[in-house]
C-alpha cells in the first residue's frame, strides 16, 4: 500500500500557473501508473491525467490538454501537475491517484490508493 499526500494548491487568478505535487510512502510507488483527478462542488470527479509508471507516457483530458502536463519522479516517490493558463472552470479539489503495478493507463484505471486532495481556486 502506499500513502499519498497532495500539496500545492491555493488561490490564483485566472491565467496564473500552479504546480501540485504528490508525496508518497510505501514500496510499491515505481510499480504502477499515477492520476490526477478533480471534484469541483456539485459536479461528479473529472480524470484529469495520467503517467506510466516509467513517466515515458501520459494521458491529458481534453479540458486540460495543451495547458497541463503530469510528471513523476520515482527516485523522489513524487508526482506533478503543472497547471498552466488555469480558467475558473479548473477550480476544484485536486486528487492524486494510483494504480496497482498492472493497469490501464487513463481514466479507465484501477485506482486504489488516494490522497486526500488539494484546494485550487482559480478567480476571473
Known amino acids: 500500500q502506499v500513502q499519498l499526500v497532495e500539496s500545492g494548491g491555493g488561490l490564483v487568478q485566472a491565467g496564473d500557473s500552479l504546480r501540485l505535487s504528490c508525496a508518497a510512502s510505501g514500496r510499491t510507488f515505481s510499480s504502477g501508473a499515477l492520476g490526477w483527478f478533480r471534484q469541483a462542488p456539485g459536479k461528479e470527479r473529472e480524470f484529469v491525467a495520467a503517467v506510466s509508471w516509467t513517466g515515458g507516457n501520459t494521458v491529458v483530458a481534453d479540458s486540460v490538454k495543451g495547458r497541463f502536463t503530469i510528471s513523476r519522479d520515482n527516485a523522489k516517490k513524487m508526482a506533478y501537475l503543472q497547471m498552466n493558463g488555469l480558467k475558473p472552470e479548473d477550480t476544484a479539489v485536486y486528487y492524486c491517484?494510483?494504480?496497482?503495478?498492472?493497469?490501464?493507463?487513463?481514466?479507465?484505471?484501477?485506482?486504489?490508493?488516494w490522497g486526500q486532495g488539494t484546494q485550487v481556486t482559480v478567480s476571473s
Open positions: 491517484a494510483k494504480t496497482g503495478s498492472s493497469y490501464t493507463l487513463g481514466s479507465n484505471g484501477v485506482y486504489d490508493s
